[in-house]
């Protein structure tokens, strides 16, 4: 079984000056010993990797942007591609992030292409799915998640890995939480069109990571929950104790 992977969304947080504190506390907790079965990965602003990949080389900590473009290059003004990630020492690439989706409009296709991107740069892709309280409401939450992860995991991942995270769009920044039940139910959901998707091996190994408002004090029901690998942890991941904690669970 894989490691549980713990992944920092610093979202649009972070200049260099406390940026780098923060990234260098976790070296420091890290080169004392990473919590066992946990794989640690920091996804901070893209003006912060190639720092940060300097302050983590050899922590064993890894590097993620929190988006990609779909193209190799080009005109594309503000963007940045697959192959700079990994040019700055990331490993990972977040796409299809709900902020994104409302803030640039990114729809199922386009996350599609961006994690294509991000798997012939050699990054494993963080696919992000998330259903909104009123799609939660309506009861709509299993085929919305299932309209997403079909529409926007690659076909084909290669020898490449792929993680899927689950993050309710309104338990994201608001201190909500989706009840364990209630997570596993579309966490199984997930695995189960991931194994029909991949097959029952390569799907079964595929991390499902969930997110929004991990924090210490929820995260050990959180991450017992049986298809749970990880979580993807926002607010709480600008607190080297907050995410260490949360490691450490
Ligand atoms: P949150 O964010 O932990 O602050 O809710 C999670 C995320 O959006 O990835």
Known sequence: ????????????????????????????????????????LVCPPTP??????????????ALGGQDCHAADGGAHTGDVSAAM???????????????????????????????????G?????????????????????????????????????????LVVAYEPVWAIGSGLTAKSSDVQEVHGHIRGLLKALFGPESGAAIRILYGGSVKPANAAELLAVPDVDGALVGGASLSAEDFWAIAAT
Request: hydrophobic fraction near 40%; aromatic fraction near 2%.
């Open 121 to 161: 740069a050699g990054l494993t892709p963080i696919v992000c799915v998330g259903e909104t309280g009123e799609q939660r409401r309506a009861g709509e939450t299993l085929s919305v998640i299932e309209a997403q992860v079909r529409g926007s995991v690659p076909d084909d991942i290669g020898a490449g890995g």
């Open 85 to 119: 990630l990994a040019d700055a020492g990331c490993t990972y690439a977040i796409v299809g992030h709900s902020e994104r989706r409302a803030d640039h409009g990114d729809s199922d296709a386009e996350v599609k292409a961006k994690a294509e991107a991000a798997l």
């Open 1 to 40: 079984m894989s490691r549980q992977l713990i992944a920092g969304n610093w979202k649009m947080n972070g200049l260099l000056g406390p940026g780098s504190v923060l990234a260098g506390e976790l070296a420091a907790r890290a080169s004392a010993g990473t919590p066992p079965g946990v794989e640690l």
């Open 48 to 61: 912060l990797l190639y720092p940060l990949a300097v302050i983590l080389k050899d922590s064993g900590i």
